[in-house]
């Protein structure tokens, strides 16, 4: 009992730093995810951490960490996966605020005109007024099926899958279905993915009028954050594989494929991972250390301090609350 109370105390008597997660910063039909964090909470985000706390660039923390001394009240932004409204919304009150913040490219997806394939599903499946009852669909892992309660859904049903976020029990049965659907793609092989989603579409009848618009930023945009004195490029892999879920060899090609791809579009970028989804294991980091990577971040909830390891960095998803609500967070 007195070393649990002596190591508590140790934790907090050490500076600790907080490494924060965004993914995009607008609005979403359905986001159940909570990906989205609106312009005006953003914008109360970065004034709050201006006035309170040590912003500092990602490679600096890691530079920090590495050195076994951390200043005080550092904070780090993060963004996931390269979406266009990192650009156009992101970055203009980054500037207007002078504070740094590290994007990790999914680098498959940049110029792509189309959205990812889990926001497609999810515009897809939550919004379509009506789909067939029986799914049945042949993958790799086996045969996933589901059979939906009914084919429509009502406006109230509507309301329900738009305020649903994917910790609570599903409002409705499309909810479980896009759900388990989405369990059951993300370990798969991107091909694969790419092959069913296209199944999906074509099971519901669905045209290029029900995909969402949330897509990921253009080459042309990548090219000028990667130049901004602000922003910094980091890696997500190529497909935004779930990399604990293949081999040593597939997720050491998934890293280096990024890694090129970002070496022959950018002029600069850090050689430092952000884990999709936050899914690793032993293997992950050790592919990551034969690309020589710098360090790694997951999606875990925990502090840093400068006896964290370098590639199980945790980060803490933001959602869309205002500045205070962050502050008391922080705290």
């Known amino acids: 009992m007195i070393k649990k109370i002596l190591s508590r105390f140790n934790f907090f008597a050490e500076k600790n730093a907080t490494v924060l997660m965004y993914h995009r910063i607008g609005s979403a039909v359905y986001d159940p995810w909570g990906l989205c964090v ?13 006035s309170k ?4 660039r990602v490679d600096s923390l890691l530079q920090q960490i590495g050195n076994g ?3 005080k009240d550092c904070v780090c932004l993060t963004f996931d996966d390269a979406y266009m409204d990192n650009f156009l919304a992101a970055k203009p009150l980054l500037e207007k605020y002078e504070i740094p913040a590290t994007i990790f490219v999914a680098s498959k997806f940049i110029n792509r005109n189309e959205s990812f394939w889990w926001d497609s599903l999810c515009t897809l499946i939550l919004g379509m007024k009506n789909l067939p009852l029986h799914f049945e669909m042949s993958t790799s892992k086996g045969i996933f099926r ?3 309660e009914k084919t429509g859904i009502t406006d109230l049903e509507d309301e329900l899958h738009k305020k649903w976020f994917y910790t609570e029990t599903p409002s409705t049965s499309r909810c ?3 759900l388990k659907l989405s369990s059951a793609l993300r370990p798969l092989p991107f091909a694969e993915i790419t092959t069913l989603t296209k199944f999906v579409y074509d099971w519901c009848g669905a045209s290029g009028s029900y995909l969402s618009n949330d897509w990921p930023m253009t080459k042309q945009q990548l090219q000028e954050l990667a130049d901004h004195p602000l922003i910094s490029i ?9 990399l604990s879920f293949h081999d040593l060899k597939t997720q050491q090609s998934e890293i280096a494929q990024c890694k090129q791809f970002l070496q022959e579009n950018c002029k600069s970028f850090l050689n430092i991972i952000a884990y999709p989804y936050g899914n690793y294991n032993e293997t992950t980091i050790e592919a990551a250390r034969m690309e020589n ?3 790694a971040f997951t999606t875990q909830h925990k502090a840093l301090t400068h006896k964290s390891n370098l590639f199980t960095l945790g980060r803490f998803q933001v959602n869309d609350f205002d500045g205070s609500e962050l502050v008391k967070r922080l705290l």
Do not use: C, M, R
């Open 38 to 50: 609106s312009a005006k909470n953003f914008e109360t985000h970065l004034i709050a951490l201006k």
């Open 53 to 56: 706390y040590n912003v500092v």
């Open 69 to 71: 001394k951390l200043k």
């Open 146 to 148: 589901y059979t939906l």
């Open 176 to 178: 479980d279905f896009y």
């Open 234 to 242: 980091g890696i997500h892999t190529a497909t935004h594989a779930a």
């Open 293 to 295: 990577l710098a360090g």
